[in-house]
């Protein structure tokens, strides 16, 4: 069944506790998403936003509730339909899962893989029009040039743009990210997501992108959901929207263990990624000699 409707995603009362688990992952979760709408979901470590974010694509299956996706009704897929309807959203990851052995415009072509009968090995064993598919996504991510390149010799921002090129594949309707930048610098970081609204721009994509960064969400997306251990708390948009009224609502006083031990474990990657940054300035300064931080 094919809706066209102008809703990209619809869940209601969307439940989910993962098998031997005591608490819910998600509970009570209504979404709509208009078709281009640029959403950001945001929320501490462990609030819910990947187990959200792979309903609707189908990845996690609903303990209650209903996922509704291109005019889909997710949970019931199964087989080629459920294939059908993961080649029309594609999925950018944190970690990116480039494989760096091989090169960039390879990773790219895997995006095409679902649309192919069998195996390929290297560039060659792609029709000539994916591979010239390929060879303008990665100039539009701005790496044409480093099409014949190993993937693993390129930056965290450039194998994100990869992914996100590898993603354009698919041509897909919706496009989620599950915290695209997370393992980024910041200025990587800005430039990526830069990349990402730009790019849906011009294809007209529905986005839903996760993030835990609140300046960051506020300066990027159309509208944010704010996330608190399975939960909605805040569903607005960002125009005119101040970081602390955000925090007011999302970043209250955590109450549960759960949410106590994901604050620890957020304020660990923050002093983390203050460290890192601090030794890469570090580096770069002329007055350090080689190897000596003190
Ligand atoms: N496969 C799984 N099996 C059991 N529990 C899981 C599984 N995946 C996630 N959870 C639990 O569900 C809750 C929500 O996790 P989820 O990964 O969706 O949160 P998140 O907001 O995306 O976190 P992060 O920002 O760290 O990725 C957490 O308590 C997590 O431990």
Known sequence: MTNSGTSAV??????????????????GVSLSVARGEIV????LSGSGKSTLLRHINGLEHPSTGSVVSLGEDVPTLTGRALRELRGRIGFIFQQFEIVGPLTVLENVLTGSLAT?????????????????KALGHLDRVGLLERAYQRADTLSGGQQQRVAIA??????????????????????????VMGLIREIAAE???????????????????DRIVGLRAGQ????????GLSK??????????ATTTGEIAALEQELADVREQLLTEELGRAAKDPDVVDGDLT
Do not use: N
């Open 40 to 43: 950001v979901l945001l929320g």
């Open 10 to 27: 619809q869940i209601t009362d969307l439940g989910k506790t993962y098998p031997g688990a005591t608490d819910p992952a998600l509970t």
């Open 116 to 132: 192919l009968r069998g195996p390929r090995v290297g560039i060659w064993s792609y029709p000539k029009q994916l591979r010239l």
């Open 232 to 239: 909605v708390v805040l569903d607005t948009t960002t125009d």
């Open 244 to 253: 602390d009224q955000v925090m007011e609502i999302y970043g209250r006083v």
């Open 203 to 221: 294809r007209g994509l529905t986005v839903v992108c996760s993030l835990h960064q609140v300046e960051l969400a506020l300066g990027w997306g």
């Open 166 to 191: 590898r993603a354009l594949m698919q041509d897909p309707e919706i496009l989620l990210a599950d915290e695209p930048v997370a393992s980024l610098d910041p200025e990587s970081s800005g430039q």
